[in-house]
């Protein structure tokens, strides 16, 4: 069972960074489909970002230029830069493992991202 455990979420001011983490537990991050997702309150959630396995990368387009995706391969995690941000950035961010056709998907726990002054 892949089991996916997201970090890094914290308070943070307008125009700050912030860098989430998504430990895997297996050598998936280069196999399956990887995202990052978030949902605000009273809001469905959203795809932020996302990385097939060949590494090509997509944003919404609310963050581009502003987060970026990547992985390590050796320490089976995945992350989100997050810089410039701003209060709408505010939800919990999920982290998401999907096979190609989405027959099987896999869900972290989120962990929240709050931009306030």
């Known amino acids: 069972q892949v089991q996916l455990v997201e970090s890094g979420g914290d308070l943070v001011q307008p125009g700050g960074s912030l860098r989430l983490s998504c430990a895997t537990s297996?050598?998936?991050?280069?196999?399956?489909?990887m995202g990052w997702y978030r949902q605000a309150p009273g809001k469905q959630r959203e795809l932020v970002a996302g990385m097939t396995p060949g590494g090509t990368t997509k944003y919404a387009d609310s963050v581009k230029g502003r987060f970026t995706i990547s992985r390590d391969n050796a320490k089976n995690t995945v992350y989100l830069q997050m810089n410039s941000l701003k209060s709408e950035d505010t939800a919990v961010y999920y982290c998401?493992?999907?096979?190609?056709?989405?027959?099987?998907?896999?869900w972290g726990q989120g962990t929240q991202v709050t931009v306030s002054s």
């Open positions: 297996g050598s998936i991050v280069s196999i399956l489909h």
């Open positions: 998401n493992a999907a096979t190609w056709d989405v027959r099987k998907e896999y």
